[in-house]
């Protein structure tokens, strides 16, 4: 199972702001929506081996974690990611991990938390990063997660402690969308068969 973790400083972490239909008001939403898209839909298909986490710090109730893995049960298309990501967030409850459709869960959870949950059942951590090893020439093993910032980023503090437990990779020398970048990381496990 491939993990992609999106973190996001500025996303809203309510489903009122996604009301609006601004999602670049709404936190750069549409950067977490291209990316999901990138990240599990295929042309005609989704990715079901593919569990993509949403790490929302932006207001009004930092932080939300929001995991998604499709199935078929999920009825879902491209256009309707942000009405999805909206559903989710409205559906929180505080103090639990709460499943809002099929496959689909909310809380709130810190990134390190996360991050720290899935190490600890024996996922191997890839940051993407332009100064990091290669993705070609990298070791991946079956169950790996890969995270990638928003267009500001990982936070520095956080980015310390992550750099002591995951492994910094590079998909080029330019710096790309993270759109892009989730694509490209698809591309090289679909080509190894990962």
Do not use: W
């Not at 639990?96 to 938390?113: D, R, T």
């Amino acid at each position: 199972m491939r993990h992609f973790i999106y973190f996001s400083s500025s996303a809203s972490t309510s489903g009122k702001a996604l009301s609006g239909g601004n999602l670049m008001k709404a936190g750069r939403m549409d950067i977490a929506i291209h990316s999901f898209i990138q990240g599990i839909f295929l042309s005609h298909g989704f990715r079901e081996d593919v569990k993509f986490h949403f790490i929302f710090y932006g207001m009004p109730d930092p932080p939300k974690h929001i995991e998604i893995q499709v199935s078929e049960e999920l009825e879902m298309s491209k256009k309707d990611v942000a009405n999805l990501i909206k559903k989710i967030l409205y559906k929180y409850h505080e103090g639990k991990k709460k499943e809002v459709l099929p496959g689909c869960f909310v809380e709130k959870k810190s990134f390190l938390k996360v991050v720290g949950e899935l190490e600890n059942e024996g996922k191997e951590i890839f940051i993407l990063d332009k100064r990091g090893e290669d993705i070609r020439k990298a070791k991946i093993s079956k169950d790996c997660v890969f995270i990638i910032g928003d267009h500001e980023g990982l936070p520095h503090k956080e980015l310390k402690r992550l750099k002591k437990i995951a492994t910094a990779v590079s998909v080029g020398n330019k710096m790309y969308f993270a759109s892009q970048t989730m694509a490209v990381v698809n591309n090289e496990l679909d080509y190894r068969g990962i």
